[in-house]
């Protein structure tokens, strides 16, 4: 199964929705708000997701990260205003421990055999994909100029999350969860 480990945004569904209502734009796909979520590591294939729960649950021990609550604001892009593929929505209070949990969860997984990132973590929520530069202007403005505020999302646990790609997009469903 195609899987990676993430904090789901559940109660955030409709802030998200609002904040990628500016994208609805040509060459922009919105992502699914039910699905919002933080990456904290992309695993690609598992084929021993037993394994990786083990691993999860060291990282969370070795963190000593406690419950906590994330909020979440503003625009953000990846890789740069100047190529836009993903538009996002960023972590104000929470991200230092959603790093700290990243990291955990890296090492733990790098030692099973996963690939390590190979670029700086960035706790973010995904609102879209931008598949050409068609909007390119209306969404580098919109990220420039507005500063969406989305809430607050208590974080109490990490997901192992399954991802299925469907022709509509990615379908998740939650494998296990490892309480913080």
Known sequence: M?????????SLVEPVERAQEPFDLPGVDPVDPAGAHVTVKFLGEVDDPDSVVDAMERAVASTDVAPFTAHFCGYG???SMEYI???WAGVESGATE??????????ETTALGFEPEDHPFTP???LARVRDARSKSV???VVSERDPT???QRVEELRLTASTLTDDG???ETVAAVSL
């Open 85 to 87: 593929s993903v538009v």
């Open 98 to 107: 959603l790093t700290r949990l990243h990291e955990a969860v890296e090492r």
């Open 139 to 141: 969404v580098q403005e």
């Open 77 to 79: 892009v990846f890789p």
């Open 2 to 10: 195609r899987a990676f480990v993430s904090v789901d945004l559940d």
């Open 124 to 126: 973010h929520v995904t």
């Open 170 to 172: 990615p379908v998740y």
């Open 150 to 152: 989305l809430g607050d």
